[in-house]
């Protein structure tokens, strides 16, 4: 579950699909998670130690996020896709930038682990109320019957439209 809210955040806020670059937040991640959960002690080898350590260099490769989406965001103008931190980047107020590169860093932080814990938690509850509960699990499913069948409908007219002007 921690990975799928991971994967989905990464998408999120910084744009990034699978890959390498993706794959490197995740270590750095969850020690900084522990680090959170642990005794703030800042003694070599303690969990709290290395979360700030990753920290850093979870803030560096942000850094490099954001300067990318940046020199995209001068050459294209805003994205109709935008993830969180080319939102931030496109905040302007009198033709200057209103959050400074820090400022959406940290922010990019914050939102990451608060929303990296909660949106696990919800998800979990999600499938443990659907598990306990068949009624509200029957009308789930039935209701994803229905959009599926809406959406099988849509493909069919959508494509006797094509074969019509054709």
């Not at 995740?26 to 920290?55: C, D």
């Not at 009198?94 to 990296?116: C, P």
Request: hydrophobic share 40%; glycine share 4%.
């Amino acid at each position: 579950m921690k990975t799928l809210t991971f994967n989905i955040i990464c998408s999120l806020l910084f744009g990034l699909e699978r890959g390498k670059q993706r794959d490197q937040f995740m270590n750095p991640f969850q020690s900084i998670i522990k680090g959170m959960w642990s005794v703030p002690i800042n003694a070599p080898f303690t969990h709290y130690n290395r979360s700030l350590k990753e920290s850093a260099r979870i803030q560096n490769m942000l850094k490099e996020i954001v300067h990318q989406k940046k020199v995209e965001y001068e050459k294209n103008g805003a994205n109709s896709r935008q993830d969180l931190i080319s939102s931030l980047l496109s905040m302007v107020e009198d033709g200057k930038q209103v959050l400074t590169e820090n400022e959406i860093i940290h922010n990019a932080m914050l939102v990451m682990v608060a929303g990296h814990d909660t949106s696990s938690i919800l998800i979990t509850f999600i499938i443990r109320l659907l598990a306990n509960e068949p009624a509200i699990c029957a009308a789930v499913l039935k209701g994803m019957h229905r959009l599926v069948c809406v959406c099988v409908c849509v493909c069919v007219c959508l494509r006797e439209r094509e074969r019509e002007r054709s």
